[in-house]
């Protein structure tokens, strides 16, 4: 019988603390701001502009967490959702959309669970999912004023 080592306990803790985290999102600016945000926390990021790229990355290694734009070029973004809950149940969605009507959340929901964030997602609220999500910001790290625009691209 083998018994772990301290490396791999440290290894372990570690993975446990980092969270992966994709972002499924054809618009350049909100994958810029979003990667802006999660190199404030703790954790990896990946971003994909199509759904096919998250596709494949999802079934290579899958992330624990996954922001989701519904709208894609190359395809619905609730299928890709569908996908995703139905090989790895445990991953957390968000699902970033300007156009959640009624029809789409309904869809969303015959899925499963998801945050949603409208576009363009403020400053603030981004921050506020991380801290859902329980992705702590880095250590010495702080959370920026919520009154100064973000890039210019954020509502104030």
């Known amino acids: 019988m083998t018994f772990p080592t301290d490396e791999d306990y440290i290894k372990a803790l570690l993975k446990e603390r980092h969270k992966r985290i994709f972002l499924v999102e054809?618009?350049?600016?909100?994958?810029?701001?979003?990667g802006i945000i999660a190199a404030k926390h703790d954790c990896e990021f990946s971003s994909f502009a199509t759904g096919q790229?998250?596709?494949?990355?999802?079934?290579?290694?899958?992330?624990?967490k996954?922001?989701?734009?519904?709208?894609?070029?190359?395809?619905?973004?609730?299928d890709l959702?569908?996908?995703?809950l139905a090989e790895h149940p445990e991953m957390d969605v968000v699902v970033i959309s300007g156009l959640l009507d009624e029809h789409t959340r309904h869809r969303i929901s015959e899925v499963g669970f998801a945050l949603?964030?409208?576009?363009?997602?403020?400053?603030?609220?981004?921050?506020?999912?991380?801290?859902?999500?329980?992705?702590p910001l880095k250590e010495g790290e702080k959370m920026p004023s919520t009154a100064?625009?973000?890039c210019g691209y954020c509502e104030e």
Do not use: C, H, W
Request: glycine letters at 4%; zero cysteines; hydrophobic letters at 45%.
């Open 26 to 34: 054809d618009d350049q600016v909100i994958r810029d701001v979003l």
């Open 53 to 64: 790229a998250a596709l494949d990355a999802i079934r290579e290694n899958p992330p624990d």
């Open 116 to 135: 949603y964030l409208d576009k363009p997602p403020k400053l603030e609220r981004l921050y506020k999912v991380f801290r859902t999500l329980s992705i």
């Open 148 to 150: 100064a625009p973000f």
């Open 81 to 84: 959702f569908r996908y995703a």
């Open 66 to 78: 996954l922001f989701l734009d519904i709208g894609l070029p190359d395809m619905d973004g609730v």
